[in-house]
């Protein structure tokens, strides 16, 4: 189950694009190491900026994180590979979606599935007046899409 996150982002030096994506992709063997990492990703969000998504079971694992080899060689290589210091965000996990875990493993007592499934009589009246379903949603063609995700005319 995981509580904590970190969200960093990191923007590059002009020029120094293509070093960033190699550093972080080489960090990919240093954080498999770690225990206390339940996910790791290294994201590119444009031409420039850069981000990594990381999550936790607990604080201890996130704080071992922190001060681990990664931010380490991270910080080291600061004002060499980035146009400003990383901003570094403490998160809190709501949900996830993680291979291994089942569904409703963090249960915090109201499931939304369980809301989706009941007769809810006069609780919500303007889902059945308008009889709208999340899949009847899911199946329209919406303004925008791409060709792939449109219906055939």
């Known amino acids: 189950m995981t509580t904590k996150g970190l969200i960093v982002t990191l923007h590059a030096r002009e020029g120094k694009e293509a070093e960033v994506a190699d550093f972080l992709s080489s960090a ?5 190491a770690e225990e206390g990492t339940t996910a790791w990703f290294a994201l590119r969000l444009d031409t420039s900026t850069f981000a990594i998504v990381d999550v936790f079971p607990d604080d201890a ?12 060689a991270l910080f080291a290589r600061a004002d060499e590979l980035f146009a400003q210091q ?12 993680l291979p291994g875990h089942t569904a ?3 249960d915090p007592g ?4 369980e809301w ?5 009589g006069d609780e919500h009246p ?4 308008s009889g709208w379903q999340a899949s009847e949603w899911a199946s329209k063609d919406l303004p ?6 449109q219906s055939p005319s």
């Open 126 to 129: 303007h889902d059945h007046e």
């Open 61 to 72: 694992a996130r704080d071992a994180h922190l001060s681990g080899r990664v931010a380490e």
């Open 28 to 32: 990919t063997p240093l954080v498999q």
């Open 144 to 149: 925008g899409d791409p060709p792939s995700r």
């Open 104 to 106: 409703g493993e963090q």
């Open 116 to 120: 989706a499934s009941k007769d809810r």
């Open 86 to 97: 990383p901003t570094v965000q403490q998160v809190d996990v709501l949900a996830d979606k």
């Open 110 to 113: 109201w499931q939304a599935s």
